[in-house]
């Protein structure tokens, strides 16, 4: 009798679960789109934003905008679970608790965040052993990226804009990248996100190699301000790895090592 009643149980607790209802998602985050690809999770993810282009075949879902706009009647027709959005945004998509859609803004300072976001979004999605791999995956890369440097410590600045000067701080993952492929990020002990500094500042740092963004468009006023440095200027394809923490994070761990 007893065999037979826990039989009963475990029968029932498996069809509950089998009609469990699935967590359904918007996203307005490039990052978090891309996780959800990589967790084979895409087919609860209704809608995408304007930035979100990889995998490629992320191009075919439904835009919503992006995390300045999104499109609220689109958003209370598709009614998801839950809005995917960058810490950033979370005043702007705080808002659509009202119509019954939790905002889910994930932060991500440095590369131990990004594990917790995979694994965040793999519990969400009911594909915890899937993320738990992603993640053992991830961490073995970045140990192999970080021994393709053969001549490490090398001062690295950052550059992300000119008009104003902008670069990383210490609160940014980049910075994070930068020191885990075994260089320096000269702005490291700045103790925020994406400060703006001076020239005079950037200067006296003597940065080895200057990485300037791809959206960044000063490479021969860079090369007059720095002589004594090599510049480096990102692809398209490059930039848009190394700003978005999500699963290639290891290919940004892997473009400084090889700097």
């Not at 995917?84 to 009202?98: I, Q």
Request: proline share 5%; net charge neutral; with cysteine.
């Amino acid at each position: 009798m007893y065999k037979f009643l826990i039989s009963i149980i475990c029968t029932l607790l498996f069809v509950c679960s089998a009609f469990a209802k699935e967590n359904t998602f918007v996203s307005v985050s490039p990052s978090l789109t891309e996780v959800m690809y990589a967790l084979g999770a895409q087919d609860l993810l209704k809608a995408v934003s304007t930035q979100c282009s990889f995998p490629e075949e992320v191009k075919k879902k439904p835009v919503i905008g992006d995390y300045f706009y999104i499109n609220g009647e689109m958003l209370l027709d598709i009614k998801p679970d839950y809005i995917l959005a960058p810490d950033s945004a979370e005043f702007m998509v705080n808002k659509y608790r009202h119509f019954g859609v939790k905002p889910l803004c994930l932060k991500y300072p440095d590369i131990e965040a990004v594990y917790n976001n995979i694994m965040t979004l793999g519990k969400l999605t009911n594909k915890e052993a899937k993320a738990q791999e992603l993640v053992r995956d991830i961490k073995n890369k970045i140990k192999e990226a970080r021994s393709l440097n053969k001549n490490p410590n090398k001062k690295i600045l950052y550059v992300i804009s000119m008009q104003p000067f902008m670069t990383i701080g210490g609160k940014s993952f980049i910075s994070d990248i930068i020191e885990k492929s075994g260089n320096h990020s000269v702005t490291k002990e700045i103790d925020t996100f994406y400060p703006a500094i001076s020239l005079e500042y950037a200067i006296n740092q003597k940065p080895d190699i200057i990485v300037l963004d791809y959206y960044c468009f000063s490479e021969g006023e860079i090369e007059k301000l720095f002589p004594n440095s090599q510049i480096i200027t990102m692809t398209k394809d490059e930039s848009d790895i190394i700003d978005r923490p999500a699963t290639r994070i290891y290919q940004s761990v892997e473009f400084f090592a090889k700097l």
